[in-house]
């Protein structure tokens, strides 16, 4: 059974760091392209990152590009997510997310999602 | 950058026909995808490329894309399928999300 298990999420300061992690099971997690995608509260989904199986390939949305970054360590099937200079309207449930099929260079169809890690800042 | 758009909301009685619209420029071009979100929930891929449904997804669920507009059709709506639906589609490297669309079964 694939399993995805987000943590690492918390409250943050404005302008503050976070990293967070996304452990895999139940697949050869190396195989399979991933992607970080946010919802903030009460709004739709927004893609925020992905990568490749290697990790060589990474892809970012514009609202990140430069703050965030994305990498992979396939030894720990583990994903991650660096978000550096945090800003409020960065507040959301993050999900990572796994590709439908094999050996893409981009996971572009979200076939398991884990259950999200909610990032909040504080004033 | 690429945008794809979808009403904020749909109404439908229960047995009947749902369909939801995503607008993008030449979508019909690329492959369309379908996610289902109920509250507090994560979300549920429902179609993929276009007209394929997972493993577990009802044949209630089908798909269309062709020209600018993407459709998701729930045929037999039941109760159990009010809930948020997100089209997806990628473009340049990037990813892309529709703004979501809440079904509503009344």
């Known amino acids: 059974e694939v399993q995805l298990l987000e943590s690492g999420g918390g409250l943050v300061q404005p302008g503050g760091s976070l990293r967070l992690s996304c452990a895999a099971s139940g697949f050869t997690f190396s195989n ?24 060589s390939s990474t892809y970012y949305a514009d609202s990140v590009k430069g703050r965030f970054t994305i990498s992979r360590d396939n030894s720990k099937n ?14 959301a449930v993050y999900y990572c997310a796994k590709d ?8 572009t169809i979200h076939g398991y999602w884990g259950q999200g890690a909610l990032v909040t800042f504080s004033s | ?33 379908w996610y289902q ?6 979300p549920v891929l429902v179609i993929y490329q276009d007209t394929k449904r997972p493993s577990g997804i009802p044949e209630r669920f089908s798909g269309s894309n ?7 059709t729930i045929s ?7 809930a948020d639906y997100y089209c997806q589609a990628w473009d340049s490297s990037t990813v892309v999300f529709g703004g979501g669309t809440k079904l509503t079964v009344l």
């Open chain 1, 32 to 55: 399979y392209a991933m992607s970080w995608v946010r919802q903030a509260p009460g709004k739709g989904l927004e893609w925020v990152s992905g990568i490749s199986g290697s990790g």
């Open chain 1, 78 to 91: 583990t994903l991650y997510l660096q978000m550096n200079s945090l800003r409020a309207e960065d507040t």
């Open chain 1, 100 to 107: 439908q099929g094999q050996w893409g260079e981009m996971a």
């Open chain 2, 1 to 33: 950058s690429y945008e794809l758009t979808q009403p904020p909301s749909v109404s439908v009685s229960p047995g009947q026909t749902a369909s939801i619209t995503c607008f993008g420029d030449k979508l019909g071009d690329k492959y369309a995808c």
């Open chain 2, 37 to 42: 979100q109920k509250p507090g929930q994560s």
């Open chain 2, 66 to 72: 062709s020209g600018n507009t993407a459709t998701l």
């Open chain 2, 76 to 82: 037999g709506t039941q109760a159990m399928d009010e």
